[in-house]
């Protein structure tokens, strides 16, 4: 699919452009046997991808927590940034070129929209990661100040977020205008001056301030009802025995990386750290921490009411199903249960959490982790939210 007939399905008349990305390739990944365990051959090496065109950033901690601690049990597993188009993650599941893709919700339903075949099957965001962004001073807490206004995206494809977490909120979204600012400059774009707002999400936040970018926020972790980003895989793929097995122990992993880093943030910082220097240096221990626990309070949400790491709420799935289809970003209705499914969480939460604890606790921390107070930063957490 073109940009311009992606624009056009999207309904993306409000946006106008300041950089066109390019559509990016990754190399297809090949299968057959590695001599993994039993059942693992079923992918080869099992390929994730990533939404936002890099890798270097925390969001992904439990995948480099788990991989450090051996939590992957032998699979065959391997990460890639994928292009910085939006859409990418799901368009390269469908085809093949990746077996497991993070789309935001807005994302997911683009797929859903355009004849997908795609599940959700391990929602990771179970609170709204998503914020918007403001300079100093002009925020609000009532985003129907936002019409008539200019909000900063880094992807073209970010409208299908903005749009419902707008519209869940009261503001008429025919009246908002979005400009394409380009991935990563847009929060620099609104800094600078441009836009009057700008999306952004929690984790972000902590890395802007390391980049000297300090707005204030509203936020969908404090204010809105909707999911975010999930993993989804092709739909077939559930109908074969093999490749679900394979999944559930791939998730396990997932799973128990996020256990690990909800048991000790520091250490899963420093996993990801060893994994990307730049970062490491951009960032530095303390707004490396505060950007994970950030991402842990999203990722976590209220786990007494869950049925584990990953679980769907189907609830605020289908609050969101309603709301798009509403606003006329999915023609057809959509039942949650029909593309969202828990069937692998049982068998990814199915680990010793004594153990991972044991794992996490034991970790020796570097000099700088080890000098943080976690407690205090978690206090300081929504300091920069629109008051």
Not at 41 to 56: D, N, V
Not at 324 to 343: F, L, M, R, W, Y
Request: hydrophobic fraction near 40%; aromatic fraction near 10%.
């Amino acid at each position: 699919m073109t940009k311009d007939n992606f624009i056009q399905q999207a309904g993306m008349s409000r946006r106008t452009f300041l950089q066109v990305t390019g559509a990016g390739l990754v190399t297809a990944t090949a299968l057959g046997a590695t001599g993994l365990r039993a059942r693992a051959e079923a992918y080869g090496k099992f390929t994730w991808i990533s939404p936002r065109g890099t890798l270097e950033v925390l969001d992904d901690y439990p995948y480099w927590a788990a991989k450090k601690a051996g939590y992957f049990d032998g699979l065959d597993t391997d990460m890639q940034p994928g292009p910085s188009d939006g859409t990418a993650t799901v368009k390269f599941v469908d085809v093949g070129q990746a077996d497991m893709g993070f789309p935001s919700p807005g994302v997911f339903s683009f797929a859903i929209q355009n004849g997908m075949k795609l599940k959700s099957v391990f929602h990771m965001g179970t609170r709204d990661t998503f914020s918007i962004a403001f300079r100093k001073g002009e925020g609000s807490n009532d985003l129907k100040k936002l019409e008539g206004k200019t909000i900063l995206l880094g992807s073209a494809a970010w409208q299908s977020i903005t749009d419902p977490l707008l519209a869940a909120q009261g503001v008429d979204i025919k009246k908002v205008k979005y400009v394409e600012a380009g991935w990563p400059t847009w929060g620099t774009a609104l800094a600078g001056g441009q836009g009057d707002a700008a999306l952004s999400w929690e984790g972000l936040r902590a890395e802007w301030i390391a980049k000297g970018l300090d707005f204030e926020y509203w936020l969908g972790v404090k204010n809105s009802k909707l999911p975010a980003n999930t993993f989804v895989v092709r739909a077939a793929d559930l109908e074969d025995p093999d490749k679900k097995a394979f999944l559930e122990r791939y998730l396990r992993g997932w799973a128990m990386g996020l256990e690990f880093g909800y048991q000790n943030p520091r250490a899963a910082v420093e996993a990801v750290f060893e994994q990307f220097p730049t970062l490491a240096k951009n960032l530095g221990p303390e707004l490396g921490t505060t950007s994970i626990l950030q991402q842990i309070n999203v990722f976590r949400g209220d786990m007494d009411k869950r049925g584990g790491w990953g679980s769907h709420d189907m609830a605020s799935w289908q609050g969101f199903f309603d709301e798009i289809h509403k606003i006329g970003q999915i023609t057809n209705p959509v039942k949650a249960e029909d593309v969202c499914s828990n069937d692998l969480i049982p068998a990814a939460n199915d680990f010793d959490k004594a153990k991972v604890k044991a794992d996490a606790d034991g970790v020796k921390l570097s000099e700088g982790f080890a000098a943080l107070d976690v407690e205090k930063i978690k206090a300081h957490l929504f300091d920069s939210a629109v008051k």
